[in-house]
């Protein structure tokens, strides 16, 4: 095991006692438990969209350390690590995976059959299991421009999530792609699918700031209809066919149904949201005969290519921080996410 | 238009009066009625398990001319079909298509926006619309082997569904590739997959008959078990990941509960049996994360290709057809297979 020297005893963690109730508490740092592991000095953390499903009580949760979203320098590994190094700064994805499974190799190590765990990333140090298969070195260290440090942070899962999205829905050259949701995976999908360069963007949004962020990241049209008159509007916009690719990125029954709605015939429907009571109904699906792939995304494929963009500066998903708090203040980190008064807020470690 | 001066002006056809009652009526021939038509003298004809779901009266009917399957000889043609002679032996689909719009071009005839409309090919000659978008000229004309010409009814259908499938699991080298279903569709979607180049193709049945098809087709393995068992057969034949495609190929909850059991992370289900009362949960689907695509065959886009290959004898399909019987014993075809004493009944007009 090699291990930074000044790893302190204890650090602060954000912990969601009951829904509504958010608080930062000190706890030992947790360190290398099992030889894959590596343990992170936390460059910045930050809440996530849902997250605020357990805050609204839609999810059980009980004094919970919270945050999956992360980037780092390495302070501590185990034995077994063998491509990285103590001082390396690394994204990584929020599901872990060993990189070695059939499943990995082809593609989708969000589902790996070996997933490791990692303790929660809204703190000062974090533990990371399977650090091989998970995580991605970025050249040149942590860098000093906190905006690009925000980029980094992004890719961890709302770009990386919006990133797949825009995959699945085979944004590509000479495509029109719709996305519904403008949060800040919504809008990283947009972002995506202009980046992997889709002809023209259509947001679904009735917030002028999330619409203005939306435009900044390449949307060329904003909707703010809804339900069959938002889905004739992506299909006045596209001769009467239909959006060749959609992105579902809320999760909600509302937001499939708008998806479907919303893409034409052999068309591909991306979705991302985690999902929360759809049902699809087999019928519709059959009638519709669209292309449907979705579930958590498959970020650790993505991050290479991502971090090779965002060191370019070709990308800028960090713009969705809207907010900056130190890590003291998360209680109204939630609160503003909550209420919708920021996209999304970074925490300062 | 062009006309063979030979036309009768009556034919015999096949009507379903009501569920369970089928009879073989004399009604007018159909002649050419739009510019764009044209009438063939149908070579063949057949009784798809589709047409049981009337029949067995899970689906309104009333006095209605039945079979959506054909190969024939076009006897008329309007002023418009600019690709096909009278004289030609031609395959169609069960759907009809223009071609030329931007759902066509990219592979989906079956949604065509301009969707054209057909008279019951369980009868002498029938009227088809969209000639040019939607048939294809066999070279040669009519083959004087009744198999081959077996080969070619079963590819306007079952052969076409059954490769839609196989496509939409992405069989190919390497892969293995699951089939739910053991009727005529399922049967050619094994025949397909293994002549995509799979690996490894597993049938699910339990019908000797149906089994023994199934490995002529190229199935490697037929398992019995069905539910958890069966899928955790698959997951036993492919190291524990499942299937990397499943072809769904009946259309009911348990087909396509079985199908979702079945693949793999990341995997592919192609689903093509027509769907009756399926519900799909949106967070078990986003926990599965596969791709999912299904609904009517495109069977236009395959044709071009599975004619070369019933033409250089490399895929037989015709032998899901268990038995011939004259089109005035269509009330016996139909009760044969839905006793399931054969698999398929060809028709001879």
Same mark, same amino acid.
């Given at each position: 095991?090699?291990?930074?020297?000044?790893?302190?005893?204890?650090?602060?963690?954000?912990?969601?006692?009951?829904?509504?109730?958010?608080?930062?508490?000190t706890i030992d740092?947790?360190?290398?438990?099992?030889?894959?592991?590596?343990?992170?000095?936390?460059?910045?953390?930050?809440?996530?969209?849902s997250d605020l499903?357990?805050?609204?009580?839609?999810?059980?949760?009980?004094?919970?350390?919270?945050?999956?979203?992360?980037?780092?320098?390495?302070?501590?590994?185990?034995?077994?690590?063998?491509?990285?190094?103590?001082?390396?700064?690394?994204?990584?994805?929020?599901?872990?995976?060993?990189?070695?499974?059939?499943?990995?190799?082809?593609?989708?190590?969000?589902?790996?059959?070996?997933?490791?765990?990692?303790?929660?990333?809204?703190?000062?140090?974090?533990?990371?299991?399977?650090?091989?298969?998970?995580?991605?070195?970025?050249?040149?260290?942590?860098?000093?421009?906190?905006?690009?440090?925000?980029?980094?942070?992004?890719?961890?899962?709302?770009?990386?999530? =919006?990133?797949?999205? $825009? @995959?699945?829905? /085979?944004?590509?050259?000479?495509?029109?792609? #719709?996305? &519904?949701?403008? +949060?800040?995976?919504?809008?990283?999908?947009?972002?995506?699918?202009?980046?992997?360069?889709?002809?023209?963007?259509?947001?679904?949004?009735?917030?002028?700031?999330?619409?203005?962020?939306?435009?900044?990241?390449?949307?060329?049209?904003?909707?703010?209809?809804?339900?069959?008159?938002?889905?004739?509007?992506?299909?006045?916009?596209?001769?009467?066919?239909?959006?060749? =690719?959609?992105?579902? $990125? @809320?999760?909600? /029954?509302?937001?499939?149904?708008?998806?479907? #709605?919303? &893409?034409?015939? +052999?068309?591909?429907?991306?979705?991302?949201?985690?999902?929360?009571?759809?049902?699809?109904?087999?019928?519709?699906?059959?009638?519709?005969?669209?292309?449907?792939?979705?579930?958590?995304?498959?970020?650790?494929?993505?991050?290479?290519?991502?971090?090779?963009?965002?060191?370019?500066?070709?990308?800028?998903?960090?713009k969705v921080f809207?907010?900056?708090?130190?890590?003291?203040?998360?209680?109204?980190?939630?609160?503003?996410?909550?209420?919708?008064?920021?996209?999304?807020?970074?925490?300062?470690?």
């Amino acid at each position: 095991m090699s291990t930074n020297p000044t790893i302190p005893a204890t650090m602060r963690a954000v912990v969601m006692n009951a829904p509504g109730d958010v608080s930062v508490e000190t706890i030992d740092v947790p360190r290398v438990a099992k030889p894959g592991d590596v343990v992170l000095k936390l460059a910045a953390a930050c809440v996530c969209g849902s997250d605020l499903w357990p805050y609204r009580g839609l999810q059980q949760v009980d004094h919970q350390y919270m945050g999956h979203e992360y980037v780092g320098t390495i302070v501590e590994k185990g034995d077994e690590v063998s491509t990285l190094e103590v001082g390396d700064f690394v994204v990584g994805s929020f599901m872990l995976s060993d990189g070695t499974c059939e499943i990995c190799q082809a593609g989708y190590p969000s589902r790996c059959v070996n997933a490791g765990t990692f303790t929660g990333s809204q703190a000062q140090y974090m533990r990371v299991e399977l650090a091989d298969g998970s995580l991605v070195k970025v050249p040149g260290g942590e860098p000093d421009d906190p905006d690009k440090l925000a980029d980094y942070l992004a890719a961890s899962d709302v770009l990386g999530t =919006g990133w797949y999205a $825009a @995959v699945a829905a /085979q944004a590509g050259p000479g495509k029109t792609i #719709a996305v &519904v949701g403008d +949060g800040a995976v919504g809008l990283c999908a947009v972002l995506a699918a202009k980046a992997l360069g889709a002809e023209k963007v259509i947001a679904f949004s009735r917030h002028e700031d999330r619409a203005a962020l939306a435009r900044e990241f390449g949307a060329d049209v904003v909707i703010a209809e809804r339900g069959e008159e938002g889905a004739a509007k992506v299909k006045e916009l596209t001769n009467g066919y239909g959006a060749h =690719g959609v992105c579902e $990125a @809320v999760g909600t /029954q509302g937001s499939m149904d708008q998806a479907l #709605a919303s &893409v034409r015939p +052999g068309g591909y429907v991306g979705f991302v949201g985690v999902s929360h009571d759809q049902t699809l109904d087999g019928s519709d699906l059959f009638r519709r005969e669209v292309h449907l792939e979705g579930g958590p995304a498959p970020v650790r494929r993505f991050l290479p290519d991502l971090i090779k963009r965002i060191q370019t500066g070709e990308i800028h998903p960090g713009k969705v921080f809207t907010k900056r708090l130190p890590l003291e203040e998360a209680a109204e980190a939630y609160k503003a996410m909550d209420e919708r008064r920021e996209i999304k807020v970074l925490l300062e470690v």
